[in-house]
C-alpha cells in the first residue's frame, strides 16, 4: 500500500489541476492500483466527515414538535386560514391530520441514515469511478485518444479529489446552500477528468472537453432508458394484473 503522503501528494494534485500528476498517473505501472486505493480513501473520509456533521446537527436540531406546533399555531392564525375554515367543510380537520402526521418527523439526517451512508461511500466511489471512467476511455478512444483503459483509470481515479470539497461537510451546518457544495465538487470534477483525458489520450483541448461531456450524458441517457423500460414492465405487469382480478 501507498505511504500517506504519496497518496496526499497524489490527491493535492489532482485537485489542483497539476498536469505531472496525472502524467505520473498515466505513466506509473502501480497507477490503477493508486487510483483505487485514492477512491477508497477519499470517498471514506468524505463519509465519515458527513457523518460527523450530521450527527453534530442530529443533537442541535430543534425539537421537530415543537417547531410543528409553532407553524401550525402560525397559519392557524392567519386570515386565510378562517377564510378556507368558513368556505370548505372538513378543511380544519384536514389541516388536523396533516400536521400530526409531519409533526414529529426530523429535519435532519437520522445517525442510521448517516452511518449507513458511511459504509457505502466508498462502494459507491469505486463504482462511480469505474462506470465513468469507461464512459470517458470510450468516447476519447472515438475522438482519437490513444492512451490504454487501465490508464484512463489510473488518471481518472484523480477526479475524485474534487470530492475533497465534501471534508467542510464535518462542520454543521457548513452548508448553507443545498446543492451548492455538490455543484462545485461536479464542475471541479470534470475539471480534473478534462486534465485526465487530454493527459492520458493526447487530444486537443476541445476533443478532450467533449470527451468529458458527453460521457456522462450518455451515461444519463442509458440510465433514463432503463428507467423507462423498467416503469413500462412495471406498468404492463401491473395492468395484467387489475384485469386478472377484475375477471
Same mark, same amino acid.
Given at each position: ?174 452548508? $448553507?446552500?443545498? /446543492?451548492? *457544495? !455538490? %455543484?462545485?465538487?461536479? &464542475? =471541479?470534477? @470534470?475539471? #480534473?477528468?478534462?486534465?485526465? +483525458? ?13 470527451? $468529458?461531456?458527453? /460521457?456522462? *450524458? !450518455? %451515461?444519463?441517457?442509458? &440510465? =433514463?432508458? @432503463?428507467? #423507462?423500460?423498467?416503469?413500462? +414492465? ?14
Amino acid at each position: 500500500m501507498e505511504a500517506p503522503p504519496s497518496l496526499v501528494r497524489l490527491a493535492l494534485g489532482g485537485l489542483l489541476l497539476d498536469p505531472t500528476a496525472y502524467r505520473a498517473q498515466r505513466e506509473s505501472p502501480d497507477g490503477m492500483r493508486r487510483g483505487l486505493i485514492l477512491v477508497l480513501l477519499i470517498s471514506l473520509l468524505v463519509g465519515v466527515a458527513t457523518l460527523i456533521g450530521d450527527l453534530g446537527e442530529f443533537l442541535t436540531q430543534p425539537d421537530p414538535q415543537a417547531v410543528g406546533d409553532t407553524l401550525r399555531s402560525g397559519l392557524t392564525g392567519m386570515p386565510w386560514y378562517q377564510q378556507a375554515v368558513e368556505t370548505t367543510p372538513g378543511f380544519a380537520d384536514a389541516f388536523e391530520q396533516f400536521f400530526a402526521q409531519i409533526g414529529g418527523l426530523p429535519f435532519m439526517p437520522t445517525p442510521l441514515g448517516s452511518l449507513l451512508g458511511a459504509v457505502i461511500a466508498p462502494l459507491l466511489g469505486l463504482i462511480g469511478w469505474f462506470i465513468g471512467g469507461t464512459m470517458v476511455h470510450l468516447v476519447a478512444r472515438a475522438f482519437g485518444g490513444t492512451g490504454r483503459f487501465e490508464q484512463t483509470l489510473a488518471t481518472t481515479a484523480l477526479a475524485s479529489s474534487a470530492n475533497l470539497l465534501g471534508l467542510v461537510q464535518v462542520v454543521p451546518y457548513a452548508e $448553507v446552500f443545498p /446543492g451548492a *457544495l !455538490l %455543484l462545485a465538487g461536479a &464542475l =471541479l470534477g @470534470l475539471l #480534473c477528468s478534462y486534465m485526465a +483525458v487530454r493527459e492520458t489520450h493526447g487530444l486537443a483541448s476541445w476533443r478532450a472537453f467533449w470527451a $468529458v461531456t458527453l /460521457g456522462p *450524458l !450518455l %451515461l444519463s441517457l442509458l &440510465l =433514463l432508458a @432503463l428507467y #423507462c423500460c423498467v416503469v413500462f +414492465v412495471f406498468a404492463g405487469a401491473f395492468g395484467s394484473f387489475v384485469q386478472g382480478v377484475g375477471q
